[in-house]
């Protein structure tokens, strides 16, 4: 495409698509129009009429939404991306804890976050929060923002440093120091640490500095093993919950955590793939919706697992409703209508992330709001069509291959199925650099030892079965049965 056609200031006029408004009645228009003027939405409607040198873009047969909010994602890890597919938590926190996260220099930190940034807005992402523990020094700091000031999109800067106490890191003057320096560099700012509920309650000192700075907390709250109802008893009891924090996770609590939670007005960041997979605990969402919790979606990280909003649209939906029918098949009884419903998460996805960062300018398509927005259109596939359900076609059908055009603050960052302004050839040049640095530091073997983590000898025994007669795995013969695939004295066939 031609830079010109995407210039910046250039007025962009969205024609005759379906548009999920997601304004407070959740309007959707049929063959809508969206005028971005500048910054902002200037009008939605039906045949609107385009400003002298407007970029007209047809979304005939598509869907015009506002851009997502990842509320929870570890930036810095991105050039790892799928190294721990097949991690637990626990090998998680070991690796990055204790053994190797201190070897990420500034630059692998800023690498990270290049590619993340640029990740999150081919998929619709436009405003993300980088939860960025990896700041083990101030130099690492400045490279994660400096990073994200080069990609634009929209990012919440979450300060933390799984290296050290938070009560150690914000007594830190330099840290103090960056924080008040750095400050209009951003979207946002959040300190991000843990509550481990140590009846001390040494976290004390960090919520004071939050306080002192007027920056909200993120805290990863109810993770089995990790962070309890101790934890969110002691921020209660002192007084430290509001309505800008956000619990990330939320999966192991008890009801008088959600109890507290409701009642001080926080957001739950619910990240549905990784609690699936890396064993916080059973997504949440059935007991946030039972207390009226408000809920944003995370994607948590790449090294496990997608970095779109799209898959945790999706296995949010799944895992509340596959709960929901579990439950009531124990007790015998049919779930006949499921509560979670698509445009539900929708909501999540967009309205909701703005929300638990405090921001009533984003995450709709209403005049005046932010020009965030995302044309969800893929000409080339037979998934795009029919759109009937808008939402359910958002939460089930798409991915990030049908994002369109993507507009962050009245600019086009992406058009016509591609990014504008993003060299792939030098982030990967980059994120190989990296890698590289990474395996010189540990070794060869440690790392394909990381990466590829040793099962027990004793996992996945299969039980005894009366009616298995062969080992399918070996091809041996079993005490009731035959070599596989031959008639013998226990074939009852």
Same mark, same amino acid.
């Given at each position: 495409m031609a830079h010109d056609e995407v210039a910046d200031g250039r007025p962009v006029l969205f024609r005759n698509a379906t548009v999920l408004t997601m304004d407070d009645t959740h309007s959707v228009l049929t063959g809508?129009?969206?005028?971005?003027?500048?910054?902002?939405?200037? =009008? !939605?409607?039906?045949?609107?009429?385009?400003?002298?040198?407007?970029?007209?873009?047809?979304?005939?047969?598509?869907?015009?939404?506002?851009?997502?909010?990842?509320?929870h994602r570890h930036m810095w890890q991105t050039a790892m991306r799928g190294y721990g597919a097949d991690w637990t938590l626990t090998q998680y926190f070991v690796w990055y804890y204790l053994e190797h996260g201190r070897r990420f220099r500034p630059e692998d930190v800023h690498t990270g976050n290049l590619l993340s940034a640029w990740d999150a807005l081919e998929a619709g992402v436009t405003t993300t929060v980088d939860w960025s523990h990896g700041l083990q020094s101030v130099e690492h700091a400045e490279a994660a923002v400096d990073a994200l000031?080069?990609?634009? $999109?929209?990012?919440?800067?979450? #300060?933390?440093?799984?290296?050290?106490?938070?009560? =150690?890191?914000?007594?830190?003057?330099? !840290?103090?120091?960056?924080?008040?320096?750095?400050?209009?560099?951003? #979207?946002?700012?959040?300190?991000?640490?843990?509550?481990? $509920?140590?009846?001390?309650?040494?976290?004390?000192?960090?919520?004071?500095?939050?306080?002192?700075?007027?920056?909200?907390?993120?805290?990863?709250?109810? !993770?089995?093993?990790?962070?309890?109802?101790? $934890?969110?008893?002691?921020?209660?009891?002192?007084?430290?919950?509001?309505?800008?924090?956000? #619990?990330?996770h939320a999966a192991t609590l008890a009801a008088d955590s959600y109890h507290r939670i409701a009642a001080t007005g926080g957001t739950v960041s619910v990240s549905t793939e990784s609690e699936q997979s890396a064993g916080q605990g059973y997504p949440p969402t059935w007991q946030l919706?039972?207390?009226?919790?408000?809920v944003a979606l995370s994607m948590d990280t790449s090294v496990w697992w997608s970095g779109d909003l799209f898959s945790a649209m999706r296995t949010t939906l799944g895992a509340d409703r596959s709960r929901e029918h579990l439950e009531a098949h124990a007790a015998g009884d049919t779930v006949t209508n499921v509560h979670l419903r698509a445009e539900q998460v929708v909501d999540w996805a967009t309205r909701g992330g703005a929300r638990a960062l405090g921001r009533d300018e984003i995450g709709r398509i209403v005049p005046g709001a932010k020009a965030d927005v995302v044309l969800l259109r893929n000409d080339a596939s037979p998934v795009s069509f029919p759109v009937l359900n808008p939402y359910g076609h958002v939460a089930f059908q798409a991915q990030r291959g049908d994002v369109h055009t993507v507009l962050v603050d009245g600019r086009v960052v992406k058009h016509e199925g591609r990014l504008v302004g993003c060299d792939l050839d030098a982030l990967r040049r980059r994120a190989e650099a990296t890698v590289e640095h990474l395996v010189s530091e540990m070794g060869e073997q440690a790392w394909q030892d990381g990466m590829n983590p040793a099962l027990p000898d004793d996992d996945g025994k299969v039980l005894d079965n009366p009616y298995q007669y062969t080992d399918f795995r070996t091809d041996t013969t079993l005490a009731r049965g035959t070599v596989f695939g031959e008639p013998g004295a226990g074939d009852q066939g």
């Open positions: 809508g129009d969206v005028l971005v003027v500048g910054d902002r939405i200037a =009008e !939605v409607g039906h045949g609107l009429i385009a400003p002298d040198g407007a970029l007209e873009v047809d979304a005939a047969g598509g869907i015009v939404m506002p851009g997502m909010v990842d509320t000031q080069a990609v634009p $999109g929209r990012f919440v800067l979450g #300060y933390g440093n799984i290296q050290a106490g938070p009560w =150690e890191w914000t007594a830190d003057p330099d !840290v103090r120091s960056f924080l008040e320096r750095r400050r209009g560099d951003l #979207y946002g700012w959040q300190l991000a640490f843990d509550v481990t $509920g140590d009846p001390a309650f040494p976290e004390r000192p960090a919520f004071e500095v939050a306080r002192e700075l007027d920056l909200p907390v993120t805290t990863h709250a109810g !993770v089995w093993g990790a962070t309890n109802d101790d $934890g969110i008893r002691l921020m209660h009891e002192n007084g430290f919950m509001d309505e800008r924090t956000v #619990y990330v919706r039972r207390h009226g919790i408000p």
